[in-house]
């Protein structure tokens, strides 16, 4: 497709059950990003992949948040032991590299812990 | 504490009027991005200004950086049910993380 895919695109769980989640960058992005957005918090940027490579993963909420692409292509985020405070809707971008000053972002997949 | 504060946070009109919406903070940009997202998807980026004092146009919509590069507004001259989103403002923190501000809900009524 031309755009960032994200999979799926609702997922309601349980507390405590593990989600993962997928993005589809746009073909030959080589950036891809990870943001959640929640009513409380707006929209905040959690980590960011060049090639296969995270450099920084401080902005995961806890260690319960994981992320991994190969590839360098598709990127999963994983939830494990998932919380009600982890519902929110995430949001996978892409970017050209990480010099493009545009990101294209997917339709994001709402997560809903029970 | 939110880096940039966005105002109104809710807004609906009627067809045909002009509105603003605000994007304001304390601290100097390099640049500042204005996306606009629809219900059920990912924000899109609608325009990016860079120079103190710049204005740009979109259609029906203008933007501006203010002079000292602290604040933008978008302004939507005779309103369509279209523009109907979440407006939101951001900067890039390094090269990678966009920052946004809460968003602006703007709801336009035929």
């Known amino acids: 497709g031309a755009g960032v895919s994200q999979s799926p695109s609702n997922k309601v769980t349980e507390k405590g059950k593990d989600v993962e989640l997928r993005c589809d960058p746009i073909?030959?992005?080589?950036?891809l990003y990870w943001y959640r957005q929640s009513l409380g918090q707006g929209l905040e940027f959690l980590i960011y992949?060049?090639?296969?490579?995270?450099?920084?993963k401080s902005g995961l909420p806890s260690d319960r948040f994981s992320a991994e692409r190969t590839g360098g292509s598709v990127s999963t985020l994983t939830i494990q032991r998932t919380q009600q405070e982890d519902s929110a809707v995430y949001l996978c971008?892409?970017?050209?590299?990480?010099?493009?000053?545009?990101?294209?972002f997917g339709p994001g997949t709402r997560l809903t812990v029970l | 504490t939110q880096l940039l504060e966005q105002s109104p946070q809710f807004l609906s009109i009627q067809e045909g009027e002009n509105l603003t919406v605000y994007c304001n903070s304390s601290?100097?940009?390099?640049?500042l991005q204005w996306y606009r997202q629809e219900p059920g998807e990912g924000p899109v980026l609608l325009v990016t200004?860079?120079?103190?004092?710049e204005v740009k146009k979109l259609k029906r919509l203008t933007f501006q950086f203010g002079d000292a590069r602290k604040d933008s507004s978008l302004h939507i001259t005779a309103a369509q049910p279209g523009d109907t989103g979440l407006y939101l403002c951001?900067?890039?923190?390094?090269?990678?993380?966009?920052?946004f501000g809460q968003g602006t809900r703007l709801t336009i009524n035929p």
């Open positions: 971008a892409s970017s050209q590299d990480l010099a493009a000053n545009e990101q294209f």
């Open positions: 073909s030959g992005h080589t950036a």
């Open positions: 992949f060049q090639g296969n490579s995270a450099p920084d």
């Open positions: 601290s100097v940009f390099s640049s």
């Open positions: 200004v860079v120079t103190g004092g």
């Open positions: 951001a900067f890039f923190q390094g090269a990678q993380k966009l920052v």
